[in-house]
């Protein structure tokens, strides 16, 4: 049985999975905690999948969910957390982390250990909280993100100060409540802010973290044009729904 699952997707990561799930593994270990890895690659064409297969015969916890093809960073998410409901017993926290090392491994078991001492249903690795920071060098993209930021607590109404964070702990118990309703949400990157937007709803208690966020170290960036532009549109037609509502 394990308390933690990671799920990690990932599309073209084979440099970094081959580093940060041993790295994963043992400062979740070091902290106390039974974690497992549950990496949803789509059959990545650098060979992502057959190094987690490898590294899952060598690490006890690290696990493999395969898809047929790319189908979207939410999509993957919600894949993952359906198996871990299904398959997995019974588990404390759910973590959401990226393969490339923006975010450092060293800081979940502080996430974990402020949810679980705080009695939080939601603790989001922050950028814009003090001790957090992006060390991104593109102004456009620290634009980007500060705009997205923006309109997402505009239209969600959710008070946090980083609600496009891509790592996350939430806890199984009041995912469970709002499963059903994933299905419904988007398969790409705006995912993140529907899927907060949900829990926000159902009541959880929301909490920060201070994220030193880096470049990505390995690989390319999966981040385009349509997913800025599906964000946007989101973003408005629900602070459309919520005035009209
Ligand atoms: N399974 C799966 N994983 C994906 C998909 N798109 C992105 N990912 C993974 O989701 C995580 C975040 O994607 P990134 O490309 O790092 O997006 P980003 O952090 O906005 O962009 P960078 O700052 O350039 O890294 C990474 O682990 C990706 O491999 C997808 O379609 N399917
Ligand atoms: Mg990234």
Same mark, same amino acid.
């Given at each position: 049985m394990f308390?933690? +699952? +990671?799920?990690?997707?990932?599309?073209n990561e084979v440099e970094n999975v081959k580093e940060i799930i041993p790295i994963l593994i043992d400062v979740l270990k070091k902290a106390g905690w039974r974690a497992s890895v549950l990496v949803v690659d789509d059959s990545s064409p650098d060979?992502?999948?057959?190094? +987690?297969?490898?590294? /899952?015969?060598?690490?006890?916890?690290? %696990? #493999? #969910?395969?898809?047929? *093809?790319?189908l979207g960073l939410g999509s993957a998410y919600i894949d993952g957390f359906n198996y871990i409901?299904? =398959?997995?017993g019974y588990v404390e926290f759910v973590c959401e982390m990226d393969a490339d090392f923006?975010?450092?491994? =060293?800081? #979940?078991?502080?996430?974990?250990?402020?949810?679980?001492?705080?009695?939080?249903?939601?603790?989001?690795? /922050?950028?814009?909280?003090? *001790?957090? $920071?992006?060390? =991104?060098? /593109?102004i456009i993209r620290r634009l980007i993100s500060r705009g997205a930021n923006l309109l997402a607590r505009i239209s969600t109404g959710v008070k946090a100060r980083d609600l496009t964070s891509g790592y996350r702990v939430i806890r199984l118990d009041i995912l469970k409540k709002i499963?059903?309703? @994933?299905?419904e949400l988007h398969s790409g990157y705006v995912f993140q802010v529907e899927l907060l937007? #949900?829990?926000?709803?159902?009541?959880?208690?929301? *909490?920060?973290?201070? @994220?030193?966020?880096?470049? $990505?170290?390995? *690989? $390319?960036?999966?981040?385009?044009?349509?997913?800025?532009? /599906?964000?946007?549109?989101?973003? @408005? %037609?629900?602070?459309?729904?919520?005035? &009209? &509502?």
């Open positions: 308390e933690v +699952v +990671v799920v990690m997707p990932t599309y060979g992502t999948a057959e190094v +987690v297969e490898e590294l /899952s015969k060598k690490f006890e916890g690290v %696990k #493999l #969910l395969k898809r047929p *093809g790319k409901n299904r =398959e997995m923006s975010h450092p491994p =060293e800081i #979940l078991p502080h996430m974990l250990d402020l949810a679980k001492r705080g009695g939080y249903d939601v603790i989001i690795a /922050s950028r814009y909280i003090e *001790g957090g $920071r992006w060390e =991104e060098k /593109s499963i059903e309703k @994933l299905t937007y #949900l829990l926000y709803k159902e009541g959880a208690k929301i *909490g920060e973290y201070p @994220l030193v966020f880096k470049p $990505r170290v390995y *690989g $390319r960036s999966k981040l385009g044009k349509k997913e800025i532009i /599906s964000f946007a549109s989101w973003c @408005l %037609k629900n602070i459309l729904r919520r005035i &009209s &509502s």
